[in-house]
């Protein structure tokens, strides 16, 4: 640009000779119009602040996080430990389960079947307890069903005195069985003469109906009989001899006579995958009868076949107190649990006919779950084994 001619006086004189000008504004207005500029924070203020927050939160956490990395890691080397063990246990279990069902010929890999799954009591297994059998009528009334538990005895009480506080362990319905015990009544022991005293209140239940009566007096002898030596049965109405029923009229006394020759029959309890081995209401003549009526449910009473056809038996002898069944050749004997029953359905009939022991001759395998089929077998002890708390 080139550089002004006027100099600064001459300017001022200039200025001097132009006319006035006057603003009416208020000086309040002219202040408010004015563009006023923020002020600008100082750019490391933010930045400061962000870092001192990190600093405070990084010593208030990281101690927390130490301990609760240290809680984890010992939760998870306990967890580790205990799932190794739990691993190795059952490692063992599993080996000593496939190591005895390896000797089963023809039995399938996947088949588990150990002492639990059968449903007798067998006389090695009671150690120092007491057995103990009560008949359970079943939730239609129509059978009565033997469950035997196991119970550590009180030496200074007899077997009746056991046997009656131990009917408060049973648990009839979560059994699938009708709810009966305990018996209304107060028990006592004769021993001058052999017999059982069972006084009944005078409001007692047990002679409402035929079936409430029969199944009173069947209980009673069973019970009586299955777990003592005593022939007679006295009845008592609230302390005076004979109890009134329909159907028997005044009854005084009972005769306990064990019966025997039942044949022995499948008992599943609607909606249960229990099964019960029960004997039936009839008694045979002998023991290849009972075999021959073990092919055949009994739809009547509820009852189903227990002599199933994996269990084919061609020939049955007998010789003093011992049992020989013979099987059919190359008969295909599966090892599941309903061949398992249908040996031990066996066992308690061939019991029932004053059998000890069974042997089995031909047959396809060795170990039918829990039984070895090569040795000579003693009837069980008890049937329907449960356990009690």
């Given at each position: 640009?080139?550089?002004?001619?006027?100099?600064?006086?001459?300017?001022?004189?200039?200025?001097?000779?132009?006319?006035?000008?006057?603003?009416?504004?208020?000086?309040?207005?002219?202040?408010?119009?004015?563009?006023?500029?923020?002020?600008?924070?100082?750019?490391?203020?933010?930045?400061?602040?962000?870092?001192?927050?990190?600093?405070?939160?990084?010593?208030?956490?990281?101690?927390?996080?130490?301990?609760?990395?240290?809680?984890?890691?010992?939760?998870?080397?306990?967890?580790?430990?205990?799932?190794?063990?739990?691993?190795?246990?059952?490692?063992?279990?599993?080996?000593?389960?496939?190591?005895?069902?390896?000797?089963?010929?023809?039995?399938?890999?996947?088949?588990?079947?150990?002492?639990?799954?059968?449903?007798?009591?067998?006389?090695?297994?009671?150690?120092?307890?007491?057995?103990?059998?009560?008949?359970?009528?079943?939730?239609?009334?129509?059978?009565?069903?033997?469950?035997?538990?196991?119970?550590?005895?009180?030496?200074?009480?007899?077997?009746?005195?056991?046997?009656?506080?131990?009917?408060?362990?049973?648990?009839?319905?979560?059994?699938?069985?009708?709810?009966?015990?305990?018996?209304?009544?107060?028990?006592?022991?004769?021993?001058?003469?052999?017999?059982?005293?069972?006084?009944?209140?005078?409001?007692?239940?047990?002679?409402?109906?035929?079936?409430?009566?029969?199944?009173?007096?069947?209980?009673?002898?069973?019970?009586?009989?299955?777990?003592?030596?005593?022939?007679?049965?006295?009845?008592?109405?609230?302390?005076?001899?004979?109890?009134?029923?329909?159907?028997?009229?005044?009854?005084?006394?009972?005769?306990?006579?064990?019966?025997?020759?039942?044949?022995?029959?499948?008992?599943?309890?609607?909606?249960?995958?229990?099964?019960?081995?029960?004997?039936?209401?009839?008694?045979?003549?002998?023991?290849?009868?009972?075999?021959?009526?073990?092919?055949?449910?009994?739809?009547?009473?509820?009852?189903?076949?227990?002599?199933?056809?994996?269990?084919?038996?061609?020939?049955?002898?007998?010789?003093?107190?011992?049992?020989?069944?013979?099987?059919?050749?190359?008969a295909a004997m599966e090892n599941n649990?309903?061949?398992v029953y249908s040996y031990e359905a066996?066992?308690?009939?061939?019991?029932?006919?004053?059998?000890?022991?069974?042997?089995?001759?031909?047959?396809?395998?060795?170990?039918?779950?829990?039984?070895?089929?090569?040795?000579?077998?003693?009837?069980?002890?008890?049937?329907?084994?449960?356990?009690?708390?």
């Open positions: 640009m080139k550089k002004s001619e006027w100099s600064d006086k001459q300017l001022e004189e200039l200025l001097r000779q132009m006319p006035q000008i006057h603003d009416d504004r208020n000086p309040r207005d002219i202040y408010q119009n004015l563009p006023i500029k923020k002020r600008k924070r100082p750019s490391w203020l933010i930045p400061g602040f962000a870092a001192a927050a990190a600093l405070l939160l990084f010593f208030l956490l990281v101690p927390k996080m130490l301990n609760g990395t240290q809680n984890s890691f010992d939760s998870a080397k306990q967890e580790d430990s205990s799932s190794e063990a739990k691993i190795s246990k059952s490692d063992d279990h599993s080996s000593l389960l496939m190591k005895k069902e390896d000797s089963i010929s023809g039995s399938e890999p996947e088949m588990r079947i150990t002492e639990m799954n059968k449903t007798s009591l067998l006389d090695d297994e009671v150690g120092d307890g007491t057995v103990i059998t009560y008949w359970i009528p079943d939730s239609q009334a129509q059978n009565l069903v033997p469950i035997s538990i196991v119970i550590t005895p009180d030496d200074n009480k007899n077997w009746l005195t056991n046997f009656t506080e131990s009917m408060e362990l049973l648990n009839e319905e979560e059994w699938g069985l009708s709810d009966y015990y305990p018996v209304n009544a107060k028990f006592e022991l004769d021993n001058t003469k052999n017999a059982v005293i069972v006084d009944v209140p005078k409001n007692h239940q047990y002679g409402q109906g035929s079936t409430a009566e029969i199944n009173f007096i069947t209980t009673l002898k069973n019970n009586i009989a299955s777990n003592s030596n005593v022939n007679k049965i006295m009845l008592k109405t609230d302390g005076q001899p004979g109890i009134e029923l329909g159907n028997y009229g005044v009854l005084e006394e009972i005769e306990v006579k064990p019966e025997g020759k039942h044949a022995y029959f499948f008992y599943k309890p609607d909606g249960m995958d229990t099964t019960y081995l029960v004997p039936s209401i009839d008694t045979y003549q002998d023991i290849n009868a009972a075999f021959e009526a073990m092919k055949t449910d009994h739809q009547e009473l509820g009852l189903t076949a227990s002599l199933v056809p994996s269990f084919p038996i061609k020939e049955v002898t007998t010789k003093e107190n011992k049992l020989i069944i013979t099987l059919e050749e190359n649990l309903e061949t066996i066992l308690l009939t061939a019991k029932d006919f004053g059998i000890d022991t069974i042997t089995i001759l031909n047959a396809p395998i060795q170990l039918l779950g829990p039984f070895d089929l090569t040795q000579e077998m003693k009837v069980p002890l008890a049937p329907n084994l449960r356990q009690i708390h």
